[in-house]
């Protein structure tokens, strides 16, 4: 089973929700730090890494004794990754999306492919679920690629609990596809309630249920719940905003291992969305 913790904006406590949902279930799971470009997981979760390994894509090399400078390969790149400037060929590593085109078409055989690296993903264990997480280097602007690597990390004999990139852009939809439920995250906002809009419809152009949990619920309006009757979604969980579940995030601490309660609550959210992927009714 795999299910993606998603919101639709930062701050909605995704994560938080991630690692105490990942603590309740104790055993039998994995997270997966899918928020490559800021993963702090592991500031609530003490992992002990196991492996650690780099992630690379292709970038083209280009030969230039060989090029005839038809420039061929920079009409096929619709990311502008390759470019013929006076006598020669340039390429911009950073945009380039590996496809592969460039080298395909050049007529002379000049353009071949090395690696860049983008970025590392590291494996390990928390007593007994699993933990992995990717770290995106500083200044890259595509996290996809590496986002991908950590998912090849999934283990379909586990429950895998993916902590999404927060938005709606291509990170997330690299993330939540291929999940078998779609938990959101959001507030009672205006702009949670904004955001939270472009993460389900997402989610439904995927293909992929999915159920709210609304957190600091106590605080804000009721439009959230008004849309989550409209659309027919699922209210599996509330948190209210309560200063003893405050200090213990501010401490780096799972409200869910502090507050017996709350890992029950979890745990009932959790039975809720097994019944939701085999079609059954939540109350």
Known sequence: MIISIASGKGGTGKTTLAVNLTYALDDNVQMLDCDVEEPNGHLFLNRDIQKEYAVNTMIPLVDQSQCSLCGECADICQFNAIVVAGNSV????????????????????????????????????????????????????????????????????????????????????????????????????PFGLHDLKLAVEAAEKLNIPCGLVINRSDLGDDQVKKYA?????????????????????????LFAKILPEWREKLLDMFSKIEQNIQGGYLI
Not at 93 to 117: D, F, N, W
Not at 118 to 134: D, M
Not at 168 to 180: E, L
Not at 229 to 252: D, M, T, W
């Open 90 to 189: 340039l390429t911009f590593p950073k945009m380039c999306h590996s496809c592969g085109g460039c080298t395909l078409i050049c007529p002379e055989k000049a353009i071949s492919e090395q690696k860049r690296e983008i970025g590392k993903i590291r494996v390990g264990s928390v007593k007994q679920a699993l933990f992995v997480e990717g770290i995106l280097n500083i200044g890259e602007a595509m996290s996809p690629p590496l986002i991908k690597a950590v998912k090849t990390e999934i283990k379909s004999e586990k429950v895998n609990i993916i902590d999404a990139p927060p938005g709606t852009s291509c990170p997330v939809v690299t993330a939540m596809s291929g999940s078998d439920y779609v938990l959101m995250v959001t507030e009672p906002t």
């Open 229 to 253: 009757e409209e659309k027919g979604l699922p209210v599996l969980l509330e948190i209210p905003y309560l200063r003893e579940i405050a200090e213990i995030y501010s401490r780096g601490e």
